[in-house]
Nanobody, 129 residues
């Protein structure tokens, strides 16, 4: 069974940091792009960042560039999202997702949503002002 399990969400004050983890099982990790998406109440789900295990390609949404850092631990089949300088507008449910490794669409593009093959259950991040 393919599973993506997120952890690390919580409540943090503005300016603080959190690290999200996405542990993958049941998939050949190297064959996928692993991405983080988020959804706030009343808003569409959007791509935040992703990493390609096959070629090391990394992508960030403009809204998080310079504040968030994505990385992976090959031995643990885990992808991390280090979130620094958090803002109240970063409040959302954050989802881990697996997309095909050869995808030609930026994971931060709206079109990327239709390529997601596996979703995690989500983890809530709340940033207080």
């Amino acid at each position: 069974e393919v599973q993506l399990v997120e952890s690390g969400g919580g409540l943090v004050q503005a300016g603080g940091s959190l690290r999200l983890s996405c542990a993958a099982s049941g998939i050949a990790f190297d064959d996928y792009v692993i991405g983080w998406f988020r959804q706030s109440p009343g808003k569409e789900r959007e791509g935040v960042s992703c990493i390609s295990r096959s070629d090391g390609r990394i992508d960030y949404a403009d809204s998080v560039k310079g504040r968030f850092l994505i990385s992976s631990d090959n031995a643990k089949n885990t992808v991390y999202l280090q979130m620094n300088s958090l803002k109240p507008e970063d409040t959302a449910v954050y989802y881990c997702a697996a997309l095909p490794g050869g995808i030609q669409v930026r994971c931060t593009a709206v079109a990327a949503l239709m390529y997601v093959e596996v979703w995690g259950q989500g983890t809530l991040v709340t940033v207080s002002s």
